[in-house]
């Protein structure tokens, strides 16, 4: 062939240029289109050139049967549907395992190769057999440790409930890679504690300014409510890598939250050129949120289901989106995906409850808001909302306990009061005074030890309890407190504490009713001058 006579010559293929013979190198060449067709999300070619092929090698047969899965999963059995049916609805659930899925699973019996055996487990998942699919997940990672979609596709088969992640450990490879599960697993479930700390700062300390590791922590940080600590982290992260994409949704969740609608509108700018990320999408609807756009929001969470039906995260927001607009129904129905999806994650389980409190379906609210409780046994807003729920019911008793343990929660001093004023409130329906007052007495103490931090219009708020404090610490109230009405009507009076208490401590709540200036100061007049002839 004559040397090419232009720039452009040297681009054309030379056709006298001797074809590969031997069978490694044609298959390497094959392999290498198929693999581009693959990467090209050209499923079809791929499967197609590959099953021309008469050998094929572990890697090849993996790619191929991989081909075949997406192009199965892409394409729902109603493509003029936005959204695929959920699987405890879809026909071929009804009457049995879809037919493609059987086929793929019949062309891997008794794999050896550790991606085969992860794809044998993507497939039993898909097909509901959790525990086969476990057995193939733990086999291929003991084989290969790092293909991270393994370990993925690992923790989606565990039951977290039944502690199943604690009985697997001894089955697991001595790997770094182990520990890192560990740390995606605990934050799958949102049950961050101190401990999850520890495991990402002594990650971090072998792998020093990773991005992943500090979105991890920022995420964690999120979960636990840290917000302003996450923001920082999250933006840390974003520097060291700054066009990252994963933990951007979590990101501008906080944002949000944190009402910073400037930076939020800046990282919108950032990745205004990224069209095909789930992420991206939702910190768009995030956005678009925050400006009151929500039928755009809508439109967004969408786009990032079309981008990746797995993203749990969008099924939860674009749920909180339907709520926005009225639209319960729809909204529910995104909330049974996200739990589908990940049924550790309290917040579906919370919009599913919220949804019913909304529709003053109160017993299907407990049962929802009672599975976020189990999830999240320390989050006081759990806690709070069983015990509005068990109050619309009349369960008064049960609205109290769920209350006080509300109050155990980490709570700010006016969460605190908050909680403590709606003890007192059922206590008193109840015609509990004993108890009633009792949490007076405590509501005053919480309200004295942050005086300085409230509000003055606050104390005028409860001058009634402090009265009532007063009037314990004189002994007034000795003899006059009933445990229910019934006891009231019967004349049956509780055993209380002794008649007389701290006269100097009354003194002090009845001042400050009177520099309260209410409706409550003549009361505080005249206890204080019975006060002055007791002393």
Known sequence: MDPPTSPEASLHVKINEPIPTSFEEHFDATYMLAKTFFDRDNYHACVSLLESQPHLTDKARFLMLYARLLIFDTHPSHPNALLPPLAYADKHDREGAHPTLVSLLQELVSPTDPFLLFLKGVIFRMLHKRIDAMDCLISSVRAFPYNWSAWKELSRTLNLKNAEREQILDLLPASFMSVFFLEYTQRQSTQIDDGHFERID?????????????????????????????????????????????????????????????????????????????????????????????????????????????????????????????????????????????????????????????????????????????????????????????????????????FKRHLACPLTHLESIEAIARIIELYEQDGDSVHATMYHCLLVQVVDRNMAQMDPALLARFVFSYIIAARWEMGELHGRLYYSRQDKQRGRVADTAAPAGDLQRAHDYLQKVLLAGTDMTPVAEELLARLQRQI
């Open 202 to 402: 002594a990650l971090l300390s072998h792998f020093p300014g990773s991005a992943y590791l500090l979105t991890c922590r920022a995420q964690s940080l999120y979960l636990h409510q840290d917000l302003e600590e996450a923001a920082d982290t999250f933006q840390h992260a974003l520097e060291l890598q700054p066009y990252r994409l994963d933990g951007i949704s979590e990101y501008s969740n906080t944002l949000y939250v944190l009402d910073r609608e400037d930076t939020l509108a800046q990282l919108v700018q950032q990745f205004a050129h990224v069209s095909n990320s789930a992420e991206v999408w939702c910190m768009r609807g995030n956005f678009y949120n925050q400006r009151s756009e929500h039928f755009r929001a809508v439109e967004s969470f969408k786009q990032a289901l079309r981008m990746d039906r797995g993203c749990v995260a969008a099924w939860i927001l674009l749920g909180h989106e339907y709520l926005e607009v009225k639209n319960s129904h729809a909204a529910a129905e995104m909330y049974r995906r996200a739990i589908e999806m990940n049924p550790h994650d309290y917040r579906p389980w919370h919009g599913l409850g919220h949804v019913y409190e909304l529709n003053e379906a109160w017993s299907a609210a407990i049962d929802y808001y009672q599975q976020c409780a189990m999830i999240r046994p320390y989050d006081a807003r759990m806690w709070a909302s069983l015990g509005v729920c068990y109050d619309r019911l009349g369960q008064r008793a049960q609205a109290i306990e769920c």
